[in-house]
């Protein structure tokens, strides 16, 4: 964008991201049967942490006639970057935004996959919703949950630039 890295270094605090992601209609979501769940590999991949697939409960979208193929209402995934000395440095040493991002999740930040997640382990919405809406933080390779999810993906707008 032009702006020198030391001006960004010493001028930003935080920056924010979000995300509307479609809410579980309370009516009708159900239990996903454990044999659908996507396996240990696959869950650790999108961002889970070991320590949360203990007692995973994952939610699946039905439909009914309160709602909208089993979503009704929104709910937002927020994304915050707080600066900090490590973060400085690496900017000013005119990291890269891979680097940027690695940095910040090193430090704390959640990322919009990681809200996401947090909300589908609350039973606020489904795995589906939160892959088809996020990035992985994982940069190397996207996940693949369905055929389904897979190609809504790509349909997907580009993801918003970190400035
Ligand atoms: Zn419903």
Redesign the pocket.
């Known amino acids: 964008m032009g702006i020198e890295p030391l001006m960004v270094a010493s001028t930003l605090n935080v920056v924010l991201a979000q995300r509307l992601g479609r809410r579980l209609?309370s009516?009708?979501k159900t239990d996903l049967a454990k044999d659908e769940y996507p396996d240990k590999a696959q869950l650790l991949h999108m961002g889970f942490k070991p320590e949360d697939l203990e007692g995973l409960n994952l939610k699946k979208a039905?439909?009914?006639s309160?709602?909208s193929n089993?979503y009704?209402g929104r709910f937002a995934l927020v994304e915050c970057l707080e600066m900090n000395d490590r973060l400085r440095k690496i900017i000013i040493g005119g990291g890269t935004d891979i680097e940027i991002r690695k940095v910040a999740l090193e430090t704390g930040m959640i990322s919009l996959r990681r809200a996401g997640l947090l909300n589908v382990m609350r039973g606020i919405t489904t795995l589906e919703e939160v892959v088809r809406n996020t990035v992985g933080d994982e940069t190397e390779k996207p996940e693949k949950l369905t055929k389904k999810s897979e190609s809504e993906a790509e349909a997907e707008e580009p993801e918003t630039a970190a400035p």
Do not use: Q, R, S
């Open positions: 209609c009516n009708c039905v439909g009914c309160l709602c089993g009704k």
